[in-house]
């Protein structure tokens, strides 16, 4: 009885000083489709915001996108199919958090490709065919807590990797090619645990 007590006192210290955040039960909704600085907002997914961060299964998305699955990618010699396997042991960082991303489901060209964890729910989403052309600045003026996450090279080309928090468990992820000041890609991913 005494810990019990304890560990609330506890809890409730912790929240109302802000050292820990309650976690919203529900996911982050979004679009299938890329829609510029239509970041994902809390709730349930709704027409035109059919997609849950953290919450949409594999198995929800093929059901959500069976005509575009149908139009999707044709499957070639070599092609390991739709969904994708990624391999096991790959991880992205993103902000102090590691996500272990285990297939890809590609909807084709005007879509978001979904990233999917070991749980099977949606964990990242990304395009690299933007409806227009967006600058470094501009991505700045709209994600004001935009950083520096790391640079890297394609060959002789230095692209930075810009990172900006969204909400509780919500991260964006930008790639810009450094020389035009250009965003070349650009994705959602879920940074909080997910469940079976």
Same mark, same amino acid.
């Given at each position: 009885?005494?810990?019990? /007590?304890?560990?609330?006192?506890? $809890?409730?210290?912790?929240?109302? /000083? +802000?050292?820990?955040?309650?976690?919203?039960?529900?996911?982050?909704? &979004?679009?299938?489709?890329?829609? &510029?600085?239509?970041?994902?907002?809390?709730?349930?997914? /709704?027409? +035109?915001?059919?997609?849950?961060?953290?919450?949409?299964?594999?198995?929800?998305?093929?059901?959500?996108?069976?005509?575009?699955?149908?139009?999707?990618?044709?499957v070639r010699r070599g092609y390991s199919g739709n969904p994708s396997r990624i391999s096991a042991g790959t991880e992205w960082r993103l902000m102090g958090h590691t996500l272990h991303p285990a297939?890809? &489901?590609? &909807? +084709?060209?005007?879509?978001?490709?979904?990233?999917?964890? $070991?749980?099977?729910?949606?964990?990242?989403?990304?395009?690299?065919?933007?409806?227009?052309?967006?600058?470094?600045?501009?991505?700045?003026?709209?994600?004001?807590?935009?950083?520096?996450?790391?640079?890297?090279?394609?060959?002789?080309?230095?692209?930075?990797?810009?990172?900006?928090?969204?909400?509780?468990?919500?991260?964006?992820?930008? $790639?810009?090619?450094?020389?035009?000041?250009?965003?070349?890609?650009?994705?959602?991913?879920?940074?909080?645990?997910?469940?079976?």
């Amino acid at each position: 009885m005494r810990v019990h /007590t304890a560990v609330a006192f506890l $809890t409730t210290s912790l929240l109302l /000083t +802000g050292v820990i955040r309650p976690v919203s039960l529900s996911g982050q909704s &979004l679009s299938g489709r890329p829609v &510029l600085f239509a970041d994902p907002v809390p709730g349930r997914a /709704t027409p +035109g915001r059919e997609l849950e961060l953290g919450s949409t299964t594999v198995e929800g998305a093929q059901r959500i996108f069976a005509v575009e699955l149908d139009q999707a990618v044709q499957v070639r010699r070599g092609y390991s199919g739709n969904p994708s396997r990624i391999s096991a042991g790959t991880e992205w960082r993103l902000m102090g958090h590691t996500l272990h991303p285990a297939q890809r &489901l590609d &909807l +084709g060209p005007d879509h978001y490709a979904l990233y999917f964890d $070991t749980n099977q729910r949606l964990i990242g989403v990304f395009t690299d065919r933007l409806p227009r052309r967006v600058t470094r600045d501009e991505l700045m003026m709209h994600y004001p807590k935009a950083r520096l996450e790391r640079r890297w090279h394609s060959g002789d080309v230095p692209f930075d990797q810009l990172v900006a928090p969204i909400g509780d468990c919500v991260v964006l992820s930008a $790639t810009v090619r450094v020389a035009e000041a250009r965003v070349e890609q650009l994705g959602y991913y879920f940074t909080c645990a997910t469940k079976p």
